[in-house]
């Protein structure tokens, strides 16, 4: 009922601003409690190839502790500082050393190598050091050292790559007019291979001069000379400037400081390092961001991921930096910049400073605003339900107060009356108060099945005490309903008192129609009958004239004694069975259970059947009932068993006997089809006899019809029972087939008229 779905709809808007409310606070609370980290327990040790002081480390560090310092890993580091000793024997001194360090710590769960030489250096000595301890790398610019180490189990990283195009581009796109392109470069090996890749770019920028400025062919005094001659249509990139022709070697800061005092042309870079201090920038190298890539790989491996199923990283993770002050030095304008640039030395604003709390606020006021909004529509929802509460209990109360059907509300507990309206108290005659002070079983002639009830909706029929102490016949719709967490039963009841005679009184017509059908099968057979009838008269009168006109009877004449005597006896079974079919039948129709009339019938059968032949019975408890005589029931038993008996005598067999109620096409008296199902009691006969051959089923109905041999059949048990069958508007089907047997199924309707479903209450 809408009452009741109603009253449920606002309970679960209730429950549900409830849950927002509660998750809305613990979401609050939650900016405040923090997170709680698991214990320390993983070591890392890192391997620079340089020294702390060489320009990448910095930005190294702060990579892997943004990802560490979260995880609590602990991070250790060595320092190989190649760059300033690089020779063999500076490379086994410090074997040695981290030997006596590595022998006397806790062995460590991984280790990160930063930069070429430091991984050559663990490809070399990994083994001995640390057994079996995986190894990531990262800023590794060859790509053979780092195929190298792919191939080796335990070994992954990030290969470190220049984007040398992408800064090219960067570079005429910013200053358009410069067509000159200087490349500031050195002698190194490094250096060299960086140089070779700037002029393999030449014919992808042919309106662009490239050049190059090397202190593979001066000294650092002459470097700074000719960058003070370079004019101003020019771009500088510097790609490596740590040594001379004469051997000097100078570190980053020494080297940046040398282009910067002796140009004011803007310098590019291809690493990050510089850039912020004087360099306009690039598509850089970020060695903090590959250093990041690596520490996840960490996370990884220590996490139980194998690190050979972890892929080098070839594509190294550039982005584009630039100086701030420098672009608004030299007016450049912005717009040109890729959209994910990063400037350095921008000016600071509010909201670069305080981004993460204003992002948190932000974040906590759309998650309020959104919380009052979803507040108020359900709010509105609802004032919205109870209104339509409202609207439903007006509705419910004139319908059920104002309707001329009879309506009940029942406790299903203890069978209480809890609600009836108005025409309720007009039927049963009490008043209502009376009417709420009474259980059902008050008003029920039997008692109700309470637990049919409770379960699942139901309609029975029954017969009701008034208070004027009549009893009148009802049919009763129910249905389990709840009205809060208590279990009710909502009954409308119908007055049949008048369906029920009428329904008698419909019976009794079927009894006479019945007879009338009789009188027609008789007029069908009359000419066939009175045909044999006249044949066995005649060979009566024959061998009677034989014996009249003996003086004595003659031992040859003892056969055609014993053939009148046979012809007379088949002769008077005949006309009885005709007598019997075409006399109305004296019994009046009765309410019948079939289950016990089919089994008597059964036991009778089992006396006249073989030991060969099995009867097995599927009868069910319950079935029915049905209105019909017990003896037309028990002689459509006998002859169904007896014709599958005559078909198995022979071979043996099993006649299976099925009763059950069944749903099936409703029909008229007439056997025509009505819309909707009726219920029916199907008598089924399986045998397994030799079966009914295709081209005579639809003949076996008829009179005098017969397969079986002359003397032991008439042709007229079928018909009988066909006609027995239309007289209870009932049909019967068969189905054989030849050799495997037939099934003969009697559908007869049900009635439930005078049944009542007895309920118990409590």
Not at 315 to 341: C, H
Request: charged content about 20%; aromatic content about 8%.
């Amino acid at each position: 009922m809408t009452f009741f779905r109603n009253s449920s709809r606002i309970c679960r808007l209730r429950f549900a601003v409830g849950v927002f409310l509660l998750a809305l606070i613990l979401s609050m609370g939650g900016f405040a409690a923090g997170w709680t980290a698991p214990h320390e327990s993983a070591r890392v040790l890192m391997i620079s190839s340089y020294s702390p002081s060489f320009p990448t480390f910095d930005d190294q560090v702060a990579g892997i502790r943004s990802v560490f310092g979260p995880a609590f890993v602990s991070f250790d580091y060595e320092f190989m500082d190649s760059k300033r000793f690089g020779e063999a024997g500076d490379r086994e001194t410090f074997r040695r050393m981290l030997t006596r360090k590595l022998d006397r710590l806790p062995p460590y769960d991984c280790l990160l190598a930063a930069d070429d030489n430091a991984l050559a250096f663990l490809l070399a000595w990994g083994d001995s050091l640390q057994p079996g301890v995986p190894v990531v790398f990262f800023g590794v610019n060859s790509p053979r050292l780092a195929d190298r180490a792919e191939a080796r189990q335990g070994y992954t990283g990030v290969l470190e790559s220049i984007s040398m195009a992408p800064t090219l581009e960067l570079m005429t796109r910013l200053r358009p007019q410069a067509r000159r392109l200087v490349a500031l470069a050195d002698g190194t090996p490094t250096g060299q291979a960086d140089l070779a890749t700037f002029l393999r770019q030449a014919p992808d920028f042919p309106d662009y001069q490239f050049e190059v400025l090397s202190l593979a062919n001066m000294d650092f005094e002459g470097f700074g000379q000719r960058l003070q001659t370079l004019g101003n249509d020019c771009n500088l990139l510097l790609i490596a400037a740590y040594s001379d022709t004469t051997g000097r070697r100078v570190m980053f800061p020494k080297a940046l400081e040398t282009v910067l005092s002796h140009t004011d042309q803007t310098v590019f870079h291809l690493w990050k390092h510089g850039v912020g201090d004087g360099l306009l920038g690039g598509v850089v190298i970020s060695h903090e961001e590959q250093s990041r890539q690596a520490a996840l790989m960490v996370l990884r491996v220590l996490a139980g991921e194998p690190i050979d199923a972890i892929p080098l990283l070839r594509e190294s993770p550039n982005q584009t930096v630039v100086d701030y002050e420098i672009m608004q030095r030299f007016g450049l304008d912005r717009r040109r910049l890729p959209a994910d640039t990063v400037f350095l030395n921008r000016p600071d604003r509010l909201l670069d400073r305080y981004r993460t709390p204003l992002l948190i606020f932000m974040l906590f006021m759309v998650l309020l605003v959104g919380g009052l909004l979803a507040l108020a529509q359900m709010n509105r929802r609802l004032r919205l339900a109870q209104n339509r509460l409202r609207e439903s209990e007006l509705r419910y109360t004139s319908l059920f107060s104002g309707t001329h059907t009879v309506m009940l509300l029942v406790d299903v507990e203890d069978g209480h009356i809890i609600e009836a309206n108005r025409a309720a108290g007009q039927f049963y005659g009490y008043p209502r108060d009376k009417m709420l002070t009474l259980r059902l079983k008050d008003l029920a002639e039997a008692p109700m099945q309470e637990d049919s009830l409770k379960k699942q909706p139901t309609h029975f029929f029954s017969r009701h005490l008034l208070a004027s102490g009549q009893v009148r016949d009802v049919e009763v719709h129910a249905a389990p309903i709840f009205i809060g967490e208590k279990l009710m039963l909502y009954a409308i009841v119908h007055d049949i008192t008048k369906r029920r005679r009428a329904e008698k009184e419909r019976t009794e017509l079927a009894r006479r129609l019945q007879h009338v059908a009789k009188l027609e099968a008789i007029g069908n057979l009359a000419g066939g009958i009175a045909h044999d009838f006249n044949n066995f008269l005649t060979v009566i009168h024959g061998h009677a004239d034989l014996l009249a006109s003996s003086p004595h009877l003659y031992p040859g004449l003892q056969d055609s004694v014993q053939s009148i005597l046979r012809t007379v006896g088949t002769a008077g079974d005949l006309v009885r069975k005709i007598l019997d079919f075409s006399r109305p039948s004296e019994e009046e129709l009765q309410l019948l259970d079939p289950i016990p009339v089919v089994r008597d019938s059964l036991r009778m059968l089992r006396t006249m059947f073989p030991d060969n032949v099995h009867i097995q019975e599927e009868i069910p408890d319950q079935a029915g009932p049905i209105l019909a005589h017990p003896t037309q029931i028990s002689q459509i038993v006998m002859n169904l068993g007896t014709n599958a008996l005559h078909a198995m005598e022979a071979t043996g067999g099993t006649l299976t006997v099925r009763l059950e109620n069944v749903q099936r096409q409703a029909l008229t008296p007439g056997g025509h089809p009505l819309p909707g199902t009726q219920e029916f009691l199907c008598l089924e006969f399986a045998d397994t006899g030799h079966g009914i051959p295709e081209h005579i089923r639809d003949e076996i109905f008829n009179p005098y019809f017969t397969t079986k041999e002359y003397g032991k059949g008439s042709g007229l048990g079928l018909a009988i029972l066909h006609g027995l069958i239309r007289g209870y508007e009932g049909t019967i089907e068969v189905t054989s087939e030849e050799g495997q047997g037939s099934t003969f199924s009697v559908f007869l309707p049900t009635n439930r008229t005078f049944a009542a479903d007895p309920v118990t209450y409590s």
